[in-house]
């Protein structure tokens, strides 16, 4: 069955620093992969996604992430985090039936 | 186009009475799916629609759930009667298709529910 871990439940990291967000992945086949990131009272915005190609894709707000099929990761990095990215993020894996499954979300926050 | 928009914004219940949520897709999408966020399950999907069909509802908790879509462009997830376990986030998403590929799920504000 499919399904997506984040390993990490929050993460704390000071403003400028750099950003890893992980995410491993169970599919049977070459996996759709996605990152959304929601903010407080929001709904759920799509960030970037990974079907085929290039293993490094860029999203938008200056993320990035890396699809590893050796380690079925997909992790989520940022080189500068902006106080504005503080909010939970969420990788998600597409089923060939176009139904996506979510990992339990990782809540960012960060230090001024 | 305002995105997708669900109403009401929060609610606030009591156990036994029934509860509707309700969703307006982006014009000119296809598909319409309501998902369920807790802090137990996180977030999971409950059912979803093709031009207004249910294609799948393995989702759906049990039978007090009930989803209809009677048009384009509005859908209501119904709970009757709700429980104090049914407390959530309620999204609706659209998207034009269900090709991973090239078709993004655009998500509304969500709906809070509270049952006491």
């Known amino acids: 069955a499919q399904s997506v871990t984040q390993p990490d439940i929050h993460i704390t990291v000071s403003e400028g620093a750099s950003l890893e967000l992980r995410c491993n992945y169970s599919y049977g086949a070459t996996p759709y992969l996605f990152w959304y990131v929601q903010s407080p009272g929001q709904g759920l915005q799509l960030l970037l996604k990974y079907f085929s190609g290039d293993t490094l894709v860029q999203g938008i707000k200056g993320f990035e992430a890396e699809f590893k099929r050796s380690q079925s990761s997909f992790n989520l990095r940022k080189p500068s985090v902006h106080w504005s990215d503080a909010a939970e993020y969420f990788c998600a894996v597409g089923s060939n039936t176009g139904k996506l499954i979510f990992g339990q979300g990782t809540t960012l926050q960060v230090k001024p | 186009d305002a995105g997708v928009i669900q109403s009401p914004r929060h609610e606030v219940t009591e156990m036994g009475q029934e509860v509707t949520l309700r969703c307006k897709p982006i014009?000119?999408?296809?598909?319409l799916f309501w998902y369920r966020q807790t802090m137990m399950r996180g977030l999971e999907l409950l059912i979803y629609f093709n031009n207004n069909v249910p294609i799948d509802d393995s989702g759906m908790p049990e039978d007090r759930f009930s989803a209809k879509m009677p048009n384009a462009s509005f859908s209501t997830l119904k709970i009757q009667p709700s429980e104090p376990r049914d407390s959530a986030v309620y999204f609706c998403?659209?998207?034009?298709?269900?090709?991973?590929?090239?078709?993004?799920?655009?998500f509304g504000p969500g709906t809070r529910l509270t049952v006491l």
């Open positions: 014009s000119g999408h296809d598909y």
């Open positions: 998403a659209s998207s034009i298709g269900t090709s991973l590929s090239t078709d993004t799920q655009y």
